[in-house]
């Protein structure tokens, strides 16, 4: 069953001294576009997750946050170098333009990376990587089970629509049979108005009738209508990606409604063939939001 792009998935995990949250959202594009979003103390995981992402997902575009939440008493790291480089700065500036006062506590916990979390635990560290990947990994299947619930809606959709562009063709190929005898009337009537109620050559007349229809000929259009509606159904059963497949079938079934239309005067094709038109349009409109 095909799946939709567009879904929102939410996972959670709990350790020892931690939890994560996954939340991950997705909608339609034309190809895979990850952006990632993470804490400090897992940043070094991005790669590692986008292609977690990857393995589940082959088209759209996917915004993952995670957040993590300590459930411990947290220790902090004075980042000495940083402190000391800024408290020099500090007293350089007093000195050279005789300014008065000193550096409070606040001031300086409120400087960017001057207190850290203390990573002291290794075994933390291996908890939380495997906790967010857990939680990644449950937000990556309620993701999918949303996309595939909306794909069976979209399919459902799809479907009744090629229903009504197959329900067209009966009536052209119809029309079609009768177009040599139509074209054949046509000619004759257009000979006979020039000779002026002369005789008309039967056989030259049946020729240039023949040549005519010839050249009007959708017989080929509507094979080729068929075998894109087939291969549209079956593309709508696929578990694969198959947005990009049904982009171009589509394409072609525009084209072929196109030739109908270029090639027949005849007024229940034209009219059929537009109905097709109109259809195949509202099919490349929801196929943009299949995967």
Do not use: C, W
Not at 128 to 154: F, K, P
Not at 230 to 245: C, I, P
């Amino acid at each position: 069953m095909i799946k939709s792009m567009t879904g929102f998935g939410q996972g959670s995990s709990e350790g020892d001294n931690f939890r994560v949250r996954a939340d991950i959202r997705s909608v339609n594009n034309r190809f895979l576009d990850l952006h990632v979003r993470l804490p400090q103390e897992i940043s070094s995981l991005e790669m590692t997750l986008k292609k977690q992402i990857q393995g589940a997902i082959h088209r759209g575009r996917v915004d993952l946050t995670v957040s993590v939440e300590q459930t411990r008493q947290a220790s902090f790291e004075i980042n000495r170098p940083l402190v000391e480089g800024y408290l020099a700065a500090l007293a350089q500036l007093k000195s050279e333009f005789s300014l008065e006062g000193d550096p409070s506590i606040e001031l300086v916990v409120k400087l960017p990376g001057a207190l850290q979390i203390s990573q002291d635990s290794t075994t933390l560290d291996e908890a939380l990587v495997g906790g967010t990947i857990e939680a990644v990994s449950r937000a990556l299947v309620t993701l999918t089970e949303m996309r595939l619930l909306e794909g069976q809606s979209l399919a459902s959709e799809l479907n009744t629509r090629l229903d009504l562009i197959e329900a067209q063709l009966p009536a052209i190929e119809r029309e079609a049979a009768n177009l040599p005898s139509i074209y054949r009337e046509k000619l004759q009537r257009r000979l006979q108005d020039m000779i002026s109620g002369g005789q008309v050559d039967e056989t030259r007349m049946a020729q240039e009738a023949v040549m005519l229809a010839d050249r009007s000929d959708i017989s080929e259009e509507i094979a080729r209508l068929k075998s894109h509606i087939s291969q549209m159904r079956d593309l709508l059963k696929a578990e694969e990606e198959v947005g990009k497949r049904m982009d171009f079938i589509l394409q072609e079934m525009n084209r072929e409604a196109n030739t109908i239309l270029s090639k027949s005067s005849d007024l229940a094709i034209s009219d059929a063939a537009i109905v097709i038109k109109t259809e195949v349009e509202k099919l490349r409109e929801q196929a943009q939001n299949v995967e």
